[in-house]
């Protein structure tokens, strides 16, 4: 496994020879084709972080995240948000499918 | 390292992402168009409602084309929410100018992707839209076209009639 990229906590690896890639969260970690990879990316882009610091639209601050086909649930903080976030910025950007850190436009 | 990423998409993420608006965007032109068919039947204007109505069925085409392109180039398409569709017009009149408003509203979001297209670097993109480019001009051209029939033709009298019966004249 090749690692693309690592942040505070979490980390996007490459597995080769599986053609797949796997997110360490931590707690455990997943297994995602690339067509999953990118249906993570589209929700984690389009979660707001304006709303977390909005008691009317987020009162807890938290986040559910349900990944590849509800297979996986995660309630997430706004650091952790923060932070996967940046890692799939950041890991498109080193897999060479992305020019710029951009946002999800609307 | 073999680079599994590539090997799943031939666009940019980027253009990925702008093309899933404009998905958004050719949805709600043919729900708005559905609408103007709507008005223009309930306001006896039978020939509008099926120009219209045939635009409608357009945009739709449109929007299929950019889905059909990003399952082509391994990309995520998505299937849009459209909300937010005007029902009100003041008159036949306006029905028109706003579908050229639309429809330059359209045209610049197609300009803006294919510049950030070309800014990535993302050939297939910029070479993909061409199609739209031109597309937009012809759109544009037509419904520049009604507007000044309209206002030759006057809205006076049997003015407005005349005007629904020359629509027709854009149907294919
Ligand atoms: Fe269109
Ligand atoms: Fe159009």
């Known amino acids: 496994m090749n690692t693309i990229y690592r942040t505070t906590y979490y980390t996007l690896y490459q597995a080769t020879s599986d053609r797949c890639f796997y997110i360490d969260f931590g707690q455990k970690v997943v297994r995602i084709s690339f067509c999953q990879l990118l249906a993570i990316r589209h929700k984690v882009l389009s979660i707001s972080i304006e709303d977390h610091f909005d008691s009317e639209m987020n009162k807890h601050g938290l986040e559910v995240l349900q990944l590849c086909n509800k297979k996986h649930l995660f309630v997430l903080n706004t650091l952790e948000i923060l932070d996967l976030k940046e890692l799939m910025e950041q890991g498109f950007l080193h897999m060479g499918l992305s020019a710029t850190p951009g946002v999800l436009s609307a | ?172």
């Open chain 2, 1 to 172: 390292m073999k680079d599994i990423a590539r090997q799943g998409m031939s666009i940019k993420v980027e253009s990925m992402d702008l093309l899933n608006s404009q998905i958004k965007m050719e949805a709600h032109a043919s729900a708005t168009y559905l609408a103007m068919a709507s008005w223009c039947d309930q306001n006896g204007f039978f020939t509008s409602a099926k120009f219209f109505r045939k635009q409608s069925e357009e945009e739709r085409e449109h929007m299929m084309k950019i889905f059909d392109f990003l399952i082509d180039a391994g990309g995520s398409p998505f299937s849009p929410e459209v909300t937010g569709i005007n029902h009100d017009y003041a008159s036949i009149v306006d029905v028109f100018e706003s579908t050229l408003d639309h429809e330059i509203a359209v045209t610049k979001s197609i300009h803006n992707i294919v510049m950030k297209a070309r800014e990535v670097g993302d050939i297939a993109t910029e070479r993909f839209l061409d199609w739209f480019v031109m597309e937009q001009v012809e759109e544009e051209n037509t419904i520049r076209d009604i507007l000044d029939m309209i206002s030759v033709t006057g809205t006076e009298g049997v003015g407005l009639q005349v005007i629904d019966d020359h629509v027709g004249n854009w149907m294919d």
